[in-house]
């Protein structure tokens, strides 16, 4: 059993920054890569982002791309989302999930999920 425990969210205004992280604790048995994703009220969750455990591939969705970068920390068994640019639209609350080897947007490719942490960005 994998726990993940998002953190950093929060207000912040259009043009502003904020990094989240995500802490992972429990037995893994492989190395798997780490998403982000996001719901806004009355909307589908989306993907926003994914790394491999190696770091070396990373996606984003169209919608962020250029603005947000994901990282991760597998000495502190933390992945982050550094979210600049911010716009209204990116209000959200913001999962991170534990993804199958390679895993692609598709929720259906992720097995463990945090709680969630709140984003809003205020125009």
């Known amino acids: 059993q994998v726990q993940l425990v998002e953190s950093g969210g929060g207000l912040v205004q259009a043009g502003g920054s904020l990094r989240l992280s995500c802490a992972a604790s429990g037995r893994t048995f492989g190395r798997y890569a780490m998403g982000w994703f996001r719901q806004a009220p009355g909307k589908e969750r989306k993907f926003v982002a994914r790394?491999?455990?190696?770091?070396?591939?990373?996606l984003y969705a169209d919608s962020v791309k250029g603005r947000f970068t994901i990282s991760r920390d597998n000495a502190k068994n933390t992945v982050y989302l550094q979210m600049n640019s911010l716009k209204p639209e990116d209000t959200a609350v913001y999962y991170c999930?534990?993804?199958?080897?390679?895993?692609?947007?598709?929720?259906?490719?992720?097995?463990?999920w945090g709680q969630g942490t709140q984003v809003t960005v205020a125009s």
């Open positions: 999930a534990e993804g199958t080897p390679g895993p692609t947007m598709s929720i259906y490719d992720y097995r463990y």
């Open positions: 790394i491999t455990w190696s770091g070396d591939s990373t």
